[in-house]
């Protein structure tokens, strides 16, 4: 009997069991996961082009121009792309006269830059992919570097050109 006993014991359903079929599931879901994500941003053959707008505010001179058209540009080590425009002027500033109207003025000291890079990409659902791996949108602040300056833009602007439409 003692056989018999010990036999129906080992067929019978505990917690451990659980937790192994449990994991076992997760392992499958996250795989199933993992691969819808892949599928989603590899897109596979040609990436679309995206036109960056940016802004600087306030920089030196000699800041504004170790900002060279044709530089490649990249943020936290990832490129993002190419300068393509770059356009410097003085930095605007608006103060409030006496009256409360706001008025424009100009440092004469400091400059505002405004430019373009060119990157490559995937448009998902939830925006831009800059090189399938940074997400990117207007009104972000990015930490870039060239091999002259590091410094912060705002992203003003995103134009996306779909691939095969270039």
Do not use: W
């Not at 897109?43 to 900002?67: C, M, R, W």
């Not at 997400?135 to 002259?148: C, D, F, H, Q, R």
């Not at 300056?149 to 095969?164: E, F, H, K, R, Y």
């Amino acid at each position: 009997m003692n056989g018999a006993n010990s036999a129906a014991a080992k067929k019978r359903f505990n917690a451990v069991d659980f937790f192994i079929i449990a994991a076992i599931m997760a392992c499958i879901a996250g795989v199933a996961l993992r691969y819808n994500l892949i599928e989603k941003l590899s897109v596979g053959s040609p990436k679309d082009t995206v036109e960056i707008s940016f802004y600087i505010h306030n920089i030196s001179e000699y800041s504004a121009q170790a900002l060279v058209v044709g530089d490649d540009i990249y943020s936290g080590g990832t490129y993002l792309g190419k300068i393509s425009t770059v356009d410097i002027s003085k930095a605007e500033y608006y103060f409030e006269n006496s009256e409360g109207v706001l008025e424009l003025t100009y440092d004469e000291r400091r400059y505002d830059v405004r430019g373009t890079i060119i990157g490559s990409g995937t448009m998902t659902e939830d925006g831009f992919m800059l090189n399938n791996n940074t997400y990117i949108a207007a009104g972000k602040e990015m930490l870039v570097s060239t091999k002259n300056i590091t410094v912060n833009i705002l992203v003003t602007n995103l134009n996306v050109t779909p691939a095969g439409n270039s």
